[in-house]
């Protein structure tokens, strides 16, 4: 699954690119504590949406305009799937430095991610290891995917081995961070670009109000970690 976090790192070189479904449980105390994942996953990277990121960087600004756009019924890797287009151009002092295009290939009932393709020619297969629930109690984690990148669509030269976990934790009563960790290219002998942590605060419906993405250097090379916040 192509997430924000990797479409603004490669555009900016950084080596580290809706609403509705069901309601949150309350407690007595007027307490939110569980919300729907799954719907704020529909929201995030299935539905018609943007949203601009700035993060300070010394005394430069970086920031990425971020499009997502549903493409419909499309065919992946021999399967009948739904795909979303993520248009990305990234920015620094407000000159354009990059833009890509990523297409994520999905199926639904339930949300299982098949792999995406990008303007670049990666081509990668996702291998999902959980079911994405539809309600989930704040606390909770749980892996999400297994992702192997090749440098093109005839599979033949992998580039890269990705882990994606997702995460729910509490920002107030009424609001949870639920977020997307990818970690670092776990592929012998490939290129380290640094993991990934983009996070939605979402509220009870599972809409999205709030959205921030952590880029980490890979380690040991000293190099900055970091966080684009939405405007």
Not at 50 to 71: F, M, R, Y
Request: with cysteine; glycine share 8%.
């Amino acid at each position: 699954m192509k997430t924000l976090g990797l479409c603004i790192a490669a555009g900016l070189g950084l080596s580290a690119c809706a609403s509705g479904g069901t309601m949150g449980n309350t407690n007595p105390n007027n307490i939110v504590t569980e919300y729907p994942v799954e719907t704020a996953m529909l929201n995030i990277y299935t539905k018609q949406r943007s949203e601009n990121l700035i993060a300070n960087i010394g005394n430069q600004t970086a920031s990425a305009d971020i499009e997502v756009t549903p493409k419909g019924n499309m065919v992946f890797n021999n399967k009948k799937v739904q795909g979303t287009e993520i248009n990305t151009i990234n920015k620094v002092n407000n000159q354009i430095t990059n833009q890509s295009v990523a297409i994520n290939y999905f199926t639904l009932n339930p949300l299982v991610f098949h792999g995406f393709t990008d303007s670049t020619g990666k081509y990668s297969v996702s291998n999902q290891t959980t079911t994405i629930p539809k309600m989930a109690t704040v606390g909770a984690s749980n892996k999400l995917i297994t992702e192997n990148v090749y440098s093109d669509s005839s599979m033949r030269k992998k580039i890269g081995t990705y882990n994606q976990n997702w995460s729910l934790t509490r920002d107030s009563n009424q609001t949870a961070w639920f977020c997307i960790e990818t970690s670092d290219n776990m592929l012998a002998g490939g290129t380290s670009e640094g993991s990934s942590k983009e996070c939605y605060k979402i509220n009870a419906k599972g809409d999205i109000l709030a959205s921030k993405v952590t880029i980490a250097p890979p380690a040991g090379n000293g190099g900055q970690t970091i966080t684009f916040n939405s405007k």
